[in-house]
């Protein structure tokens, strides 16, 4: 539990371990200076969330990066990439990828061009409605996905490896509580 000044505010440091990070404390000293009403607990968390999502997008780039793709497959693209490799037919509508990435339409339309000119998704026109545009994986987009799929997961392995499975699902349940 947080510290509290003579004020009532809790202490601008969070917890810390001797494997505290000096990038997430320094941040919660810059906030606490900038704003009372501050929570420093919150802001860590946010830090260090923050600072794991990037340090693992940088190194599933890298572990990416070697295969030496004909375009980049990290973040939203790989979720898109996911989504119609998982799909009946390997297709879908824009909107469909959109609620399943948590990305918006327009988000969308740029993912599937710029996949597009690489040659990995192309667009079609639904056979049963010809208002919807479907993206559709092509045997190039399968391939590199076949070829990207065990990369991620061993980097999601390793990032994870030294946590028990208990706090894994503990993790996921706090996580989940954010949002």
């Not at 572990?63 to 793709?69: D, K, Q, S, T, V």
């Not at 028990?164 to 996921?172: S, V």
Request: a positive charge; one cysteine or more; hydrophobic letters at 45%.
């Amino acid at each position: 539990m947080a510290q509290r000044d003579g004020k009532g505010r809790a202490g601008a440091q969070p917890a810390a371990g001797p494997d505290s990070n000096e990038w997430v404390s320094e941040g919660v000293r810059q906030y606490i200076a900038l704003l009372e009403s501050a929570d420093p607990l919150a802001i860590a968390v946010q830090m260090a969330l923050w600072q794991a999502n990037h340090a693992q997008y940088l190194a599933n780039s890298r572990a990416i990066e070697a295969l030496r793709l004909p375009v980049s497959i990290t973040g939203t693209r790989l979720a898109m990439m996911r989504i119609l490799y998982c799909a009946p037919n390997k297709e879908l509508p824009l909107k469909d990828i959109a609620r399943g990435a948590g990305i918006s339409p327009t988000m969308v339309t740029n993912l599937v061009d710029s996949l597009a000119r690489a040659g990995l998704v192309r667009r079609v026109g639904s056979a049963a409605d010809r208002r919807v545009s479907l993206a559709k994986l092509t045997k190039e987009g399968e391939e590199t996905f076949r070829r990207v799929l065990p990369v991620i997961s061993e980097r999601m392995t390793a990032a994870c490896a030294a946590f028990t499975d208990e706090e894994k699902r503990q993790l996921i349940g706090l996580l989940q509580r954010l949002f």
